[in-house]
Each structure stands twice: as structure tokens, then as C-alpha cells.
RNA sequence: GGGCGCGUGGCCUAGCCAGGAUAGGGCGCUGGCCUUCUAAGUCAGUGAUCGCGGGUUCGAAUCCCGCCGCGCCCGCCA
């Protein structure tokens, strides 16, 4: 239920009323709530937009929605009626309707996918929080929302780690699989490098894994299906799971039957296939390889073959790529629209996180690790729980949501397709824009509320101090953000949103004392903070961060 | 070389799509606020030729053109 909006329309309403048609704006805060700016009109009639203001107002109706509207100059502004505003918003809150959309379908969003060829490393991270984010906002607005995995098991990164695996001994540690695994992934490109005639034994490995030798579906089993499980156990810990992982290997008779709708654009190459894009009106790209020399087939081929299984399954596809992807899902998208119309694909792109030192690279071991992270943050946030008093169990519980908290928060921040640059001492902030900031917001609303005996009354109509009524004109405004942040498929938009909340309660908490206030006051304002408590805490949850109740 | 993205105070960032009223935040630094609901808070101060140059407009960080810097892509890698 989207009360901001109905305010504006009430006050575009009023506005034709008065026999003028426009576009009304979010005013700033000076000015009031909405603005009507009259330049446009004023071109429009050869007349000056102060007297089109000022006639506005005079023929403007009134009504129980604006308190006041005024024209200042060229502009006319509406100010909010808080008494009305704040019954709404409580109410919504109350009976659930300000959480609520109407259903709008199925939809499958599929991030991560990384190559299972070592740890999850922060750069990787950005994708998962992004998408695990995104799946969680959409899943509000209204959509079934499945997340997908897609793990390579069949490219040339992962059969040089099984080349690794069966060729190269190595003192494999106590660590978890996917850290004793990586190894044989970083010396086997080393040798590689060295000794280009390795590769001839990588195809061979690829040419046998892809016919379902038994040997090597074993090896992959053990070293893939290791790497994985420890992948998801890193994003478990961050709160990410999925629904679905689909095996590329899976798919590979899939996507051979498939080419026959292609066949129009195929073309071959000393035995290879590859599709003429020029052909298909692509730019950018010529040939788009799905077949090499020895029939084994290429990633882009099993990329269609996923994308038209996806198609099936869901209305909307969307995926979380890093900026690499931007051709090759242009040029997927075109190829799977041959074989499936009515398929709608989308992306989200994000820009890689690099390391103040460059590139981030599991190959060779330039990295950052999601898990170290985790460990340093939770070690930082003992260092600052520790002189208080909670049970044992309690504090550890905190250590963790807290510490993941920073970190998620710190992802989601920033607007996907700006570049990052991994800072530990951003990536660990627990001050001004931080997801501790929120997370300590909220504790400190739910400790008002636990030591309270309240049973739920309050009379609207008392709202006046300024602070209790911008709190609850921004809680008004929550479903547009996700209403917004799901069209846009922009997570970072709730990532602002729920800062400027919090923000905006620290103030009140500031000037707006509610236990200790006069009852009537006592009532508004318990009834205030438990609605911007729900609200904050559903922010938090669609930002896949924690709230916990103390901290 | 061609295509796409990014460029806002010392650092990070919002605003750009739908052009308007003194360019918002945060970090840092300086100085205040805990006998009052958790100081992971809060207030004040500090600090910006919005990459550069043109154009459109009454008005440009925002739209258009050119240039510069950075990233990514243009593989029988994924």
C-alpha cells in the first residue's frame, strides 16, 4: 500500500481541479512535501509562473490531506496533514497492508555462479549480496522468486583443477575443501603456463568429462562438489542461500538438440561451430563459438541451453553479472529469443571490486577471502562487545550478525555499476553509513518497546513535534522504495533508504523523549517507534542483515 | 581501433533516467553533549572550479556534441 503516493495523487487531484495539469515533485524538506513548479506552464501560456502559482493556489480546494498549500514564487507547495498521514502509516503498519503487493508472477534471479575453483572471494561477494538482495526485494514486491546457482563443472577452469587434482601431489592440509582444492587449481595453471602441452591433456579431460567418464564424474564429484559445498557454506554465513544449483554438465545433451534452431546462422571452422552474429545484426562480436574442433561443447552453448531451461521454469529471468558479462548476455539473449520468444531476460551488472594493490584473481591467489573477512569483522566487533554484559551464547550470536551486518551493508551502499576498490577499514565501518549504524537503530527502538507496558492506543490528532511527523513521512514512503528498487532492480536504493531512516529515528530519539513523556505524548510516540520498528526491521530483512534486539 | 560503464571536498558516496529554489550524506580532522529511553549515538565547525571544453535552455551535476583519465568487452576462456 503506497501512502506516499496516494498523497500525491490526492494532490494532483486537487491540482486539475484548479484546471492545471502537471507533474508534481517530492518537494525539499524547507518547502514542504510536494511541489508544483509552474515554469513550464508559464512558457506554455506566455504568462509568469508567479501568477500562475498564485492563481493556482486561489482556485486550489481544500482538503483534509494538506494542512497548507502555498505558492512561494514560482512554486507551490503542499504541506502533508501529519494527523492523517500518521493514522495511515500506523494502521498499515498494524494490519500488515504496508508490507503487501499483489502477486506479479514467478521469477528466477540467478547470482553468484562462480567458477568452483577455490574460496568465495570478495570481489565474487559483491555479485551474491547484490543478488541475494535483489531476490529478497523482488520477493516482497510481489514475485515468486526462485534463486538459481549455475555451477561450471564442464569449462577448461575447472577440468585444469581436475588435470591438477590427478597430476600434481600436494600436502593437503586440515582446511576445508574448497582451501585444500584451490591449490591444485593455482600450481596446475602454473604448469600450464610453463608447459603449453598440458592443455592437449586438459581437452582430453574436458573431451572424457562431457561423455560421462566415470573416473572423472568421480573426481568431480569430490574436488567440484567439495569447492561447492564450502562456497555455500561461506555464503550461509552470510546469509545467503539458494533454491537451485544447476550442473552445467547437465545440460550438455539439452544444449546439442537445442542447436537446430540455430542452424540458420551455424557456421563451421576446421570442424568448430560457431554462430555468424554479423549475420544476426550483432555488433561488437562476429563469431559467437559453441562447438570446439573436437565436438565438445563451449560455455556460451551451455549458457543458452541453461537460459532456455530457465525460460520454462519463469516469467522473468534476471541475472546478476560482473560488467565482462555485458556482450556475451546481449548476445545469448538474441540466441535464446530464436529458440524460446517469449523468454524475457534481463541483468543486473555490477562493477568488480579490485584490491588497492589491482586485480582480484583466485589463479593467482591475489585475493581477498568472504570467510577472512567474516573473521576480521566479528573479531572487531568482540573487541567492542566485550565490556558488556550479555549471556555468552547471546554475545556470539551478536558477534556474527553485526559483523555480517557491516559487511553486507557495505556492499549494498554503493550503486552497482560503480567500481570498488576493498578497503578493510570501509569494509569494517561501524559508524555514519554503516549497517551496525542500523542495526544499533533498531536496538535501541525495541528497547523503548520492551520497557514499556503499553496496550496499543494512541490518538493520531496530538502529532506535532517535527520530529515525530518527518519520522513518519519517510515510514510513508517505504513501499514506493521498493516499488522503485524492484522496477530499477536496484538493491542499493533500500541500502539508502534504510540509512536515512535510521537516521532520521536518531534524531527523534534525540528530541522526542517517549517513556518518560506526558501519557497521551507516551502513546503517539510508542506507537511511532514500534511502526518504524517494523518498518526498519523489514528493511533490514530485504537487505539480508540481522537485527538483533540488543547489541 | 570499435563498443559499454565510471569520473562530485583529502577519502567513500547521493542527486543524473523524468533539467529548477543555498549540490545532500558518510569517513577523516577540530571542538561540544552520557545523574534522562544503549555514546556503534548526537550537535557544531572544516572542506567541492560537480574530469575538461563547447552547445541547448529563463535555468545544466543532470540533456546534446567533442576531448581527457580509469575499468570492462571485442577468445575453439568463462
Not at 525539499?28 to 498564485?54: H, M, N, Q, W, Y
Not at 559467437?288 to 552453448?301: F, I, K
Request: net charge negative; hydrophobic share 35%; aromatic share 10%.
Amino acid at each position: 500500500m503506497e501512502i506516499w503516493s496516494s498523497f500525491r495523487k490526492e494532490a494532483e487531484k486537487l491540482l486539475k481541479e484548479a484546471g492545471y495539469e502537471g507533474m508534481i515533485e517530492d518537494a525539499k524538506e524547507e518547502f514542504g512535501d510536494f511541489t508544483f513548479p509552474c515554469f513550464s506552464l508559464a512558457k506554455e501560456r506566455k504568462e509568469s509562473p508567479v501568477d500562475i502559482a498564485k492563481d493556482i493556489v486561489e482556485k486550489m480546494e481544500k482538503s483534509e490531506y494538506f494542512e497548507k498549500i502555498e505558492n512561494v514564487g514560482p512554486y507551490v507547495n503542499f504541506h502533508i496533514n501529519p494527523k492523517k498521514m500518521v493514522r495511515e502509516v500506523i494502521e498499515a503498519v498494524r494490519n500488515g497492508s504496508l508490507f503487501k503487493f499483489e502477486s506479479k508472477g514467478s521469477a528466477i534471479v540467478e547470482h553468484t555462479s562462480a567458477n568452483p575453483t577455490g574460496p568465495l572471494h570478495v570481489g565474487r561477494t559483491r555479485n551474491s549480496i547484490i543478488g541475494d538482495s535483489l531476490a529478497r526485494i523482488l520477493r516482497r514486491y510481489g514475485y515468486d522468486v526462485k534463486v538459481h546457482y549455475f555451477v561450471n563443472d564442464v569449462g577448461k577452469q575447472v577440468a585444469t583443477l581436475l588435470w591438477g587434482a590427478k597430476n600434481i601431489s600436494l600436502e593437503e592440509g586440515e582446511e576445508r575443501e574448497d582451501y585444500r582444492y584451490v591449490k591444485y587449481y593455482q600450481k596446475a595453471y602454473e604448469l600450464l603456463e610453463k608447459n603449453p602441452e598440458i592443455e592437449k591433456e586438459v581437452q582430453d579431460i574436458i573431451w572424457r568429462y562431457e561423455r560421462g567418464d566415470a573416473e572423472l564424474r568421480e573426481m568431480a564429484n569430490k574436488y567440484i562438489g567439495g569447492i561447492m559445498r564450502g562456497i555455500e557454506e561461506s555464503l550461509r554465513n552470510i546469509n545467503i542461500e539458494f533454491d537451485e544449483f544447476v550442473w552445467e554438465s547437465s545440460l550438455v545433451e539439452k544444449a546439442k538438440e537445442l542447436v537446430k534452431y540455430l542452424e540458420d546462422y551455424l557456421e563451421e571452422d576446421d570442424g568448430a561451430y560457431y554462430v555468424n552474429l554479423k549475420r544476426l545484426g550483432l555488433e561488437g562480436k562476429e563469431r559467437l563459438y559453441l562447438y570446439r574442433s573436437d565436438g565438445t561443447t563451449l560455455y556460451p552453448l551451455r549458457d543458452i541451453a541453461y537460459h532456455v531451461y530457465k525460460a520454462d521454469k519463469a516469467e522473468r529471468n534476471i541475472d546478476v553479472l560482473g560488467e565482462d558479462h555485458k556482450l556475451h548476455f546481449e548476445v545469448i539473449k538474441k540466441l535464446v529469443k530464436l529458440i524460446r520468444p517469449q523468454a524475457k531476460l534481463e541483468a543486473l551488472f555490477y562493477s568488480f571490486v579490485k584490491l588497492p594493490e589491482g586485480k582480484m584473481s583466485t589463479r593467482r591467489g591475489t585475493v581477498v577471502y568472504l570467510d577472512d573477512l567474516v573473521r576480521e569483522g566479528m573479531k572487531k566487533v568482540e573487541e567492542i562487545i566485550k565490556t558488556r554484559e550479555y549471556p555468552e551464547e547471546e554475545k556470539r550470536e551478536i558477534i556474527k550478525k553485526v559483523a555480517v551486518g557491516a559487511i553486507r551493508f557495505h556492499i549494498l551502499n554503493v550503486q552497482e555499476e560503480k567500481p570498488m576498490t576493498f578497503r578493510w577499514e570501509n569494509a569494517l565501518n561501524f559508524e555514519g553509513e554503516s549497517g551496525p549504524f542500523i542495526q544499533y537503530t533498531h536496538a535501541r527502538a525495541t528497547s523503548i518497546l520492551k520497557k514499556a507496558s503499553w496496550v496499543g492506543e494512541y490518538d493520531a490528532s496530538i502529532i506535532s513535534h517535527p520530529q515525530e511527523i518527518r519520522l513518519v513521512k519517510l515510514m510513508a514512503k517505504y513501499p514506493e522504495v521498493i516499488k522503485e528498487a524492484s522496477e530499477k532492480l536496484a538493491p542499493y536504493l533500500v541500502a539508502r533508504y534504510a540509512y536515512k531512516l535510521a537516521s532520521q529515528f536518531n534524531q527523534f530519539y534525540r528530541d522526542c523523549p517517549v517513556l518518560k513523556a506526558e501519557e497521551n505524548t507516551r502513546n503517539l510516540r510508542l506507537a511511532i517507534v514500534s511502526a518504524f520498528r517494523d518498518i526498519l526491521k523489514d528493511v533490514l530483512e530485504l537487505l539480508g542483515i540481522d537485527a538483533p534486539e540488543k547489541m
